[in-house]
């Protein structure tokens, strides 16, 4: 079967298993998820890191994202224009606005990030392998930045984040798409090691 089929189906599937997934649960396990990201992160403020503004069939990050900003952490968040995407800077969570796709975003006056100075990337995704691979949304978005960055600064560790129920054994790959260092889930760090 064509990865592309493959990839479609996978999607549909990982759809119905969030929407089915009970909102209670949801909330407790990315309490805990938020925790094992703050363990993995250096402790203070002197770290960069890009991260996403969660959708409702996602893990809640936004305690996270919080911390991050409480604690002096330059936060970087996606504006998204068209297909493409870049990080900037964001202060503050009540200022960011819906943008093209409805997603809270920083304001295109915001600081952009300087690829060499980042230091982690959180990475959203609809499913995850054990070994690393993603399954996106479809756009490809996500692999571009991703190739792009490791390109710039190849030490910036990528970290997938993910409920327990988008992890599945395999993922249909494409030879653009793009791996990530290690799954965080509600039971930590997940290295495809």
């Known amino acids: 079967m064509d990865p592309r089929d493959e990839k479609s189906k996978l999607r549909h599937a990982i759809r119905e298993r969030l929407a089915a997934y009970p909102e209670r649960q949801r909330h407790a396990e990315s309490r805990t998820l938020c925790r094992e990201i703050i363990k993995i992160l250096p402790k203070g403020n002197a770290f960069s890191v890009a991260a996403y503004f969660p959708l409702k069939d996602e893990a809640d990050v936004r305690p996270l994202l919080e911390e991050l900003l409480a604690r002096g952490a330059k936060l970087y968040l996606p504006r998204f224009d068209h297909k493409n995407f870049s990080f900037r800077l964001v202060r503050d969570l009540q200022s960011l606005l819906p943008g093209a ?3 809270p975003e920083p ?4 600081p952009l990030l300087d690829p060499s100075a980042l230091e982690y990337a959180l990475i959203p995704a609809r499913a995850f392998s054990p070994d690393g691979h993603r399954l996106g949304r479809g756009n490809g978005g996500y692999d571009k930045w991703i190739s792009e960055q490791r390109k710039r600064h ?3 560790k990528m970290y997938g984040i993910a409920l327990e129920c988008q992890l599945f054994a395999g993922i249909p790959v494409e030879p653009h798409d793009e791996k990530v260092d290690g ?3 509600a039971r930590g760090l997940l290295t495809q090691n």
């Open 101 to 103: 796709l409805r997603i």
């Open 107 to 110: 304001s295109e006056t915001a």
């Open 154 to 156: 190849p030490r910036t």
């Open 183 to 185: 799954i965080i889930t």
